[in-house]
C-alpha cells in the first residue's frame, strides 16, 4: 500500500490496469498545516504527463475507507488564473470536517470534459474515468461505489460536472456546478459568438458535441438522476451564461429532474468568491 507516504517513491504499476511505466512523484505541497500530495501521471489520454493532487484527512487511516471529491479545475495543468479549488477547500479544512478526500485532476490543454472524437490526445472524460479514478482507487483508501465520488466545479469545469453526472450517474453521487460555461450548449449565440468554431475546437464533430449537449443529456439521461436532488445549480446574474441558465433550469423542471437551483447576485468569477461553503453543505450535509 502507499499510503505511508514519503518524499518520492515509485507505483506498483501491476496494480493500475490503463497504463503501463507510470511514476508516482510523492512531492509535498504544504498547505496551512495540510501537505497536499502530487502525483505525476501518464496517460494515453493526454498529450503529456498530468499532474494530480490530493488532499486528504489529517488523521488518514488505512482501514478505513473514504468518500473522494473530485475538484474539477477550470484551466489546464499548471494555470491557476481564476484561483485553486483543492487550495480553497483546504482553507475551508473540508477534508478534514467531512473526512473525505480530495482529487484535484489536471489536463495538458484547457478541459472541457468531453472525449474529442478528431484528437486521440485530447480525451479529457476517459483521464478522468480510465485514468484518474483508478490511480486514486489503487493507492488511496477510498470507496469504490458511486454513492461515494462527487464533483465540483464552476465554468467549463461546472458545465464538465453536470455533463460527468449525466452521462455516468452510476458513477458520482452528487455534483454542484457554479456559474457553469453553458453558452455553447444553451446559448445566447449572439454577439458574434462562433459556434461552430467553438464545437470543432472543443468536441470536434458536431454528432459528439450532440452526445455531450447538456440539453440532450437532460432529456435522454435525466430521469437516471432518481427522485432526489443530486445536482446543485448556481446561476448568476448579469453574465452571458444568465439566460442559458435560466433555460437549463427550466427544461430541468419540464423534464422533472429534481435538483437545486440558486439564482445570485454576480460575484467574482473564481473559486475563491465565497460560494463554496453552499456547495460543501448540498454535498456532504443532506
Known sequence: MLWDFSSSFKVNVDRIPVFSDDVLLGQIAKSRESP???????????????TLRILAPDDLDASK????????????????????????????????????????????????????????????????????IPFIEAHYPVRVDGEERFLIGFSKSGRGAMSLLLRHSNMFNKVVAWDPGIRIGMGPFDGGYDLGRHVRERFGSDANFESYRLSNLLKTRGKNL??????????????????????????MVQEGIPHRYVME???????DSGWMPEAITFLFDH
Not at 66 to 82: A, S
Not at 233 to 247: A, I, K, L, P
Not at 265 to 271: F, G, M, N, T
Open 265 to 271: 447576485p454576480r460575484r467574482d468569477h473564481r473559486w
Open 226 to 251: 432518481g427522485k432526489e436532488p443530486r445536482l446543485f445549480y448556481f446561476n448568476c446574474d448579469g453574465v452571458v451564461r444568465t439566460w442559458g441558465g435560466v433555460q437549463l433550469h427550466t427544461l
Open 65 to 132: 475507507r473514504y468518500p473522494t471529491l473530485f475538484v474539477l479545475p477550470v484551466h489546464e495543468d499548471g494555470l491557476f488564473k481564476h484561483g485553486d479549488g483543492l487550495m480553497e477547500l483546504s482553507q475551508l479544512n473540508v477534508h478534514n470536517q467531512h473526512q473525505i478526500i480530495c482529487a484535484s485532476p489536471s489536463f495538458t490543454s484547457k478541459p472541457w470534459y468531453v472525449d474529442h472524437d478528431q484528437i486521440p490526445s485530447k480525451q479529457d472524460e476517459s483521464h478522468l474515468m480510465r485514468t484518474v
Open 36 to 50: 497536499i500530495h502530487v502525483h505525476s501521471l501518464k496517460s494515453p489520454h493526454q498529450a503529456l504527463d498530468t
